[in-house]
């Protein structure tokens, strides 16, 4: 038996390269230092030195090697799927609410175990030069 692709898988095979083809909002482009915060008026925000600022998308699986998909992305908006070896993955919806500032709500596994919140994370600037 011999397989004969329809039109339908034609065009099912020539879309799927297109999938997860949109990007982050540039407000997330590059890297530099972040206030990154549970509450959105930003206080006790922790500091943090990001060489990506995509990883902002996978906060719970920071630490982790993960693979991102952004599903959908316009300048303000991106709907954002991740996976992470040895387990764990999440999704993320970001809004950019100002050129150096992002709400992120996230949810998944991590642990084996659900997680879901909202993350304000603001970017300060470049990260600080360290001096020795």
């Given at each position: 038996?011999?397989?004969?692709?329809?039109?339908?898988?034609?065009?099912?095979?020539?879309?799927?390269?297109?999938?997860?083809?949109?990007?982050?909002?540039?407000?997330?482009?590059?890297?530099?230092?972040?206030?990154?915060?549970?509450?959105?008026?930003?206080?006790?925000?922790?500091?943090?030195?990001?060489?990506?600022?995509?990883?902002?998308?996978?906060?719970?699986?920071r630490?982790?090697?993960?693979?991102?998909?952004?599903?959908?992305?316009?300048?303000?908006?991106?709907?954002v799927?991740?996976?992470?070896?040895?387990?764990?993955f999440?999704?993320?919806?970001?809004?950019?609410?100002?050129?150096?500032?992002?709400?992120?709500?996230?949810?998944?596994?991590?642990?084996?175990?659900?997680?879901?919140?909202?993350?304000?994370?603001?970017?300060?600037?470049?990260?600080?030069?360290?001096?020795?």
């Amino acid at each position: 038996m011999r397989f004969v692709p329809t039109a339908r898988v034609c065009a099912i095979l020539l879309a799927a390269p297109m999938l997860g083809g949109a990007t982050l909002p540039s407000a997330l482009s590059g890297g530099g230092e972040w206030s990154v915060s549970t509450n959105a008026t930003g206080t006790n925000g922790a500091r943090h030195c990001l060489s990506d600022a995509g990883i902002l998308t996978q906060w719970e699986h920071r630490r982790a090697q993960c693979t991102r998909v952004v599903l959908t992305g316009t300048p303000e908006r991106a709907d954002v799927q991740y996976t992470c070896t040895g387990g764990g993955f999440g999704n993320s919806k970001v809004q950019v609410l100002t050129p150096r500032s992002v709400r992120i709500q996230t949810q998944g596994i991590a642990s084996g175990l659900p997680f879901g919140y909202t993350i304000h994370a603001r970017k300060l600037g470049a990260c600080p030069v360290v001096k020795r």
